[in-house]
């Protein structure tokens, strides 16, 4: 329902159009002056602004002018019995969205309030597809239509609107950060913050201290209280980015923060309720880490309710074509360049490599294979000399000669080493691809360790 405010120092005035607009259903409020106006928008959301524009305590026309300096999206009408061009122009300027002579006809007034209601809603429409647009321009790192990529865009539709705690896993540059966003933006808390902080790029101390605030005095440097990021974020999303970095003691303390909903700032002596949903990362072997008792089980389980495992590059290569040229697009714009095309022997190049550092590592490369181009399209020349001069790796030989055969062990170390470095390292993952225990898979690296084959006692 559109909400008016109606600012007149003609009292019967304002009580005769309160009472004419509520029939025609817009409900009305009204100020005798500008600086109750201004007061009454400090605290109230209003769709339409109706003001005179001679009246005590401040023209109209200053009013219209700060209304629009601070409520840009909200329309002013200005009402005068002074009605000629000079002064519909100076209402304008002022910002003004519509002009209307006294005496007022409220069948008048109520079309030109219905038109301004229409306007705020195109404007904020207008705003909203902007944002939208902004946030698919922000996800480019998961452009493409491979398979593995349509499976983390469903999910992620499926558990966006869940309240439950999230654990997204996956390589260093496969974007955990966008799927946290992505999962912040489809969620009902897509109004409210999203506060991320990485927790392996700080000490201890200080990671406590922005993640749960202290109040003053806490320590030596405290000289006022400060809400932390925890609290920054209630209402939203926090994500913890390398969560598996996280020093054990913090560990226990952010358990009991998940468990109880409540933070404690350091140096405080009462607790502080929040709402907001977990959203963790990490691209170690975050299992492992569990056995090896590097993380806390119970806070691994209270972390993990919804696993997101982003695929590598490498498992999505239909995708990898795609990318590339988006970013060649976008880095051409960038530096004004008409670097349009990206060579056949390029291209070969591009699907050859395993990407390790994953779509990050292929922005960098597009990034500086634009910056060295120098003609309309990217050529060999222009590619980073670890893709340039890759070469597929065979994991056997084949050979007709007997001599260059080698052992039915040596195959399995051979594979299985190959494994593990396609997984960038991670026992969990190799373990499931190869379709063994994780303590058979420790069992066979500690033998290879020792100098052993394949083969295990």
């Known amino acids: 329902m559109t909400k008016i405010l109606l600012v007149d120092d003609d009292r019967s005035l304002t ?12 409900p009305a409020n009204s100020c005798g002056d500008a600086t109750e106006a201004l007061a009454t928008l400090q605290s109230n959301d209003f769709d339409v602004i109706v003001t005179d524009l001679n009246m005590t305590g401040g023209s109209g026309l200053e009013l219209c002018a700060r209304i ?24 304008i300027r002022a910002g003004a969205y519509d002009f209307i002579s006294k005496p007022v006809q409220l069948d008048v007034l109520a079309i030109a309030i219905e038109r301004a209601t229409q306007h705020r809603a195109l404007h904020q429409e207008v705003v909203r597809l902007r944002s939208e647009r902004g946030a698919r321009i ?17 999910l992620i539709e499926r558990v966006a609107e869940s309240t439950a705690s999230v654990l997204i896993t996956g390589e260093s540059g496969t974007g955990k950060e966008v799927a946290a966003r992505a999962l912040h933006r489809q969620s009902r808390r897509r109004d409210k913050p999203f506060v991320a902080i990485n927790c392996a790029a700080m000490p201890e101390t200080l990671l406590e201290s922005e993640l749960f605030g202290h109040a003053r005095g806490a320590f030596t440097d405290a000289r006022q209280a400060r809400a932390g990021l925890l609290v920054e974020a209630r209402g939203g999303t926090i994500f913890l980015d390398e969560i598996g970095d996280m020093p054990l003691g913090l560990q226990a303390k952010l358990l009991r923060v998940v468990q109880e909903r409540t933070v404690r700032p350091l ?6 309720p929040i709402d907001v949903r977990f959203v963790s990362a990490t691209n170690l072997d975050i299992e ?4 090896e008792k590097r993380f806390r089980e119970d806070l691994f389980f209270r972390l993990n309710v919804i696993r997101l495992d982003l695929p590598p590059l490498r498992a999505r290569p239909t995708d990898i074509l795609p990318l590339a040229q988006h970013f060649l697009r976008r880095f051409a714009l960038a530096a004004s360049k008409d670097v349009t095309a990206i060579s056949p022997a390029v291209a070969e190049r591009l699907l050859s490599y395993p990407w390790p550092g994953n779509v990050r590592e292929l922005q960098n490369c597009m990034e500086r294979g634009v910056t060295l181009a120098r003609f309309n399209e990217l050529g060999i020349d222009d590619l980073v000399e ?3 001069s890759h070469k597929a790796s065979e994991i056997v030989v084949s050979s007709g000669d007997p001599s260059e055969l080698v052992r039915l062990d040596e195959v399995e170390r051979r594979y299985i080493l190959h494994v593990l470095a396609a997984v960038a390292g991670n026992k969990t993952s190799a373990a499931r691809i190869l379709g063994i225990e994780r303590k058979t898979l420790y069992r066979k690296l500690e033998h290879f360790e020792r100098g052993g084959s394949g083969e295990t006692p």
């Open 386 to 388: 670890r893709v340039r």
């Open 15 to 26: 009580q005769t159009l309160e009472l004419g607009l509520s029939r025609r259903g817009y």
């Open 267 to 272: 140096g405080a002596t009462t607790e502080i």
């Open 138 to 154: 922000r996800d480019h790192e998961f452009i493409g239509q491979s398979p593995a990529l349509e499976k983390l865009h469903s």
């Open 288 to 291: 492992s880490a569990v056995e």
């Open 68 to 91: 629009v300096e601070a409520h840009r999206d909200v329309p002013v009408i200005v009402l005068t019995a002074f009605g000629n061009y000079d002064t519909a122009v100076a209402a």
